[in-house]
């Protein structure tokens, strides 16, 4: 009896200590590098993904939202060759560049799932046969404006070119402040010394028929219609646009918009569903339309889009490439397109009837998704940040006013040229 009495709490002791070392056992930590406003997808996906998956931790990361910042930053991980970062939310102009420190995605599952994406975003990660990364969401610049206001002011439909962009966005500052909203703004964009701007300065050229600053090779950059796109521009600071535009990237753009101070905004298309939620005060009074065209040209969406690629440094590749190909995941890529607007890369979700209904812009601007322009990025890779950084810095002296459009442009092709070896096509 007394035997069988000292049995027990022994056994006891056997069971907790099991216990505890069960749940002691490590985890496998996935650190996943991602910023911007789908950090808040990243959260709520990461539970989701833990739920399934308990062996592994996912640990966010926060870096810059400024694309320009972020590349400064992972550009310092990849030096250091840390095993620090598992993931990496990288741009779509990037896998060029940073081919070198990237896993191919081929080995990990990637090929198989790849054929459902965009073909040309899964070319676009593709390097030497190599799939660097899982498109995630694709972004193309667009046009918001107020329904409520345009109404106001007798405009039946939003503007289809630079002109009527500019008379109703006058109009309705002016309305609007002699109505005693003093700090209301015809038109907010991005307009900072960083790659937003590359993107905003594409489309203004692109939509007057001055090209895509290199093009077939060849840099076309100086052209009259180049100048002219970017003097126009210039020409909206302090008029239409707030001077501070000249300090804007998205977020700033769109708080000024958010927040009812403004008539028209670009942007990409994330600002969709904040500007619905429910304690917005433009909620159900906006909407979006292709960028306006400039003389001789057309309407232009610069190409955009998000990627998440595996450090080839990480100790956790096979771990890191689950946790990737789920977030890339159609159920993932739905959650965020429904929650946030972020534009699926899967084609089939175009089509998702839920989807739709939640952004009916997926469709009807789906041909703006599919033509948007992209950057020089391939062309000029791996070089394709110091031609950006260049053409960015150009174009943003001459919103500030330290250059003339002609001269700035000018200058830049020989230094594009001094970069890239491409030759020069110059147009008087
Ligand atoms: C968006 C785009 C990205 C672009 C950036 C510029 O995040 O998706 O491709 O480089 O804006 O600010």
Known sequence: MKRELLIVP???????????????????????????????????????????????????????????????????????????????????IWPGMLAEHLVDLNQYGG??????????????NTVDGRLLAMPWYTDAGLLYYRTDLLGKYGY???????????????????????????????????????????????????????????????????????????????????????????????????????SGHAAFMRNWPYCYRLGNAAESVIKGKFDVVPLPAGEGGQRVAALGGWQLALSSYSNNIAAAADVALFMTSEQAQKYNALQASYNPTIKALYQDQELISANPFYAKLYDVFINAVARPSTVTAPNYNQVSNLFYHAVH????????????????????????????????
Request: charged content about 25%.
């Open 10 to 92: 022994f056994l006891a002791l056997i069971i907790c200590l099991l216990t505890v070392n069960v749940l002691a056992v490590d985890k496998t930590v996935v650190n996943w590098a991602v910023g911007g406003s789908i950090i808040k997808m990243a959260r709520e996906l990461a539970v989701m993904y833990t739920e399934e998956h308990p062996d592994i931790e996912i640990k966010i990361l926060e870096v810059p939202a400024s694309s320009t910042e972020r590349l400064n930053l992972y550009l310092q991980f990849f030096e250091a060759e840390s095993d620090k970062v598992d993931i990496y939310t990288i741009d779509l």
């Open 111 to 124: 090929s198989q799932v790849a054929r459902a994406h965009f073909p040309a975003i899964v070319e676009n």
């Open 156 to 258: 039946s439909k939003p503007p289809e070119n630079w002109d009527q962009l500019e008379e109703m966005a006058s109009r309705i500052q002016e309305g609007e402040r002699g109505a005693g909203k003093e700090d209301f703004w015809g038109y907010v964009w991005q307009g900072n010394v960083y790659e937003g701007l590359t993107c905003n300065a594409l489309e203004w050229i692109a939509s007057h028929g001055g090209g895509t600053i290199i093009e077939d090779r060849k840099i076309t950059v100086y052209n009259p219609r180049a100048i002219a796109a970017i003097e126009r521009a210039a020409g909206w600071i302090g008029k239409i646009s707030p001077p501070a535009v000249t300090g804007f990237i998205e977020e700033p753009s769109r708080h000024l918009w958010q």
């Open 397 to 428: 002296a001459v919103l500030t006013g330290d250059e003339e459009s002609r001269q700035a442009l000018g200058y830049l092709q020989f230094d594009l040229q001094q970069v890239t070896g491409l030759e020069i096509v110059t147009e008087q």
